[in-house]
């Protein structure tokens, strides 16, 4: 049954309906990020999860409708959003991820997945809705993003992150003595188009050298050239079908 205040919500679909999330009307809602995200990781049953950042749970929750048998959990600073994550079936806490519960201090994670706000707030414009701006804007330094998730990360567990491709010197900087192995997967619009995003992984105590991947491009042709949808197959699949993103 539902509120009054469900006025203020909406129950939205993903991944072609396999998952309905409860978001605000008005202020940060997951897109097409957090599915991206979600489904480059190749989490297996049994695996233990932490969602840093959570919003409403959308990357922890799409990996979960994909690979059943997860321990996910999740960390939001908005006790609003981290009330919604948990009312679409995340275990969430209400915390900043610099400081985070005892419960959390005391645990060690397979994988932790971030999907951190984009935008240099130095340089561009708050918006005026306080949730999508927490959501949008640079607060807490990407440095601190990974730091608080290699202090999560059991032995040989990956950090998984999505992000505007210029920020991957932070990305690289922020790694740099605490976790090992990067890899980049750029996250094109197009054939012929310059990344827009990357994926980010690395992993704790790994040896490996750094990896730059070949690029996953979005959308099919060249230029857009008409009104609709123009996913290539497998991204509509990864959206509509909640299928794993090869990578």
Same mark, same amino acid.
């Given at each position: 049954?539902?509120? /009054?205040?469900?006025?203020?919500?909406t129950?939205?679909?993903f991944?072609?309906?396999r998952?309905h999330?409860?978001?605000?009307?008005?202020?940060?809602?997951?897109?097409?990020?957090?599915?991206?995200?979600a489904?480059?990781?190749?989490?297996?049953?049994g695996?233990?999860?932490?969602?840093?950042?959570?919003?409403?749970?959308a990357?922890?929750?799409c990996?979960g409708?994909?690979?059943?048998?997860l321990?996910?959990v999740?960390?939001?600073?908005?006790?609003?959003?981290?009330?919604?994550?948990?009312r679409?079936?995340?275990k969430?806490?209400?915390?900043?991820? /610099?400081?985070?519960?005892?419960?959390?201090?005391?645990?060690?994670?397979d994988h932790v997945?971030?999907?951190?706000?984009?935008?240099n707030?130095?340089?561009?414009?708050?918006?005026d809705?306080?949730?999508?701006e927490?959501?949008r804007?640079?607060?807490t330094?990407?440095a601190?993003?990974?730091d608080?998730?290699?202090?999560?990360l059991?032995h040989k567990?990956?950090?998984?992150?999505?992000?505007r491709?210029?920020?991957?010197?932070?990305?690289?900087?922020?790694?740099?003595g605490?976790?090992?192995?990067?890899?980049?997967?750029?996250?094109?619009?197009?054939?012929?188009?310059a990344?827009?995003?990357?994926?980010?992984?690395?992993?704790?105590?790994?040896r490996?050298?750094?990896?730059?991947h070949?690029p996953v491009?979005?959308?099919?042709g060249?230029?857009?050239?008409?009104?609709g949808?123009?996913?290539?197959?497998?991204?509509?699949s990864?959206l509509?079908e909640?299928?794993?993103?090869h990578l």
């Open positions: 049954m539902t509120s /009054t205040l469900d006025a203020d919500l129950h939205d679909a991944l072609g309906g998952l999330l409860w978001q605000p009307r008005d202020g940060y809602r997951a897109g097409v990020d957090p599915v991206l995200l489904a480059s990781v190749p989490a297996r049953a695996q233990s999860v932490l969602d840093l950042g959570c919003g409403v749970g990357v922890a929750l990996l409708a994909r690979v059943s048998g321990e996910l999740g960390v939001e600073r908005q006790a609003a959003y981290a009330a919604l994550a948990e679409n079936g995340l969430a806490h209400a915390a900043d991820l /610099t400081d985070m519960p005892e419960e959390l201090r005391d645990r060690s994670f997945l971030a999907n951190p706000p984009y935008f707030r130095a340089a561009g414009h708050v918006a809705d306080s949730g999508r927490a959501g804007g640079v607060e330094p990407v601190a993003w990974i608080a998730a290699a202090r999560r059991r567990g990956y950090l998984h992150m999505i992000h491709a210029e920020r991957l010197p932070d990305l690289l900087a922020g790694a740099a605490r976790l090992g192995s990067p890899e980049i997967w750029p996250l094109c619009p197009r054939v012929g188009k990344a827009e995003l990357v994926i980010f992984r690395a992993r704790k105590n790994g490996a050298d750094f990896r730059l070949f491009v979005l959308h099919e060249t230029r857009h050239e008409r009104d949808e123009s996913y290539t197959h497998e991204i509509q990864v509509r909640g299928a794993a993103l």
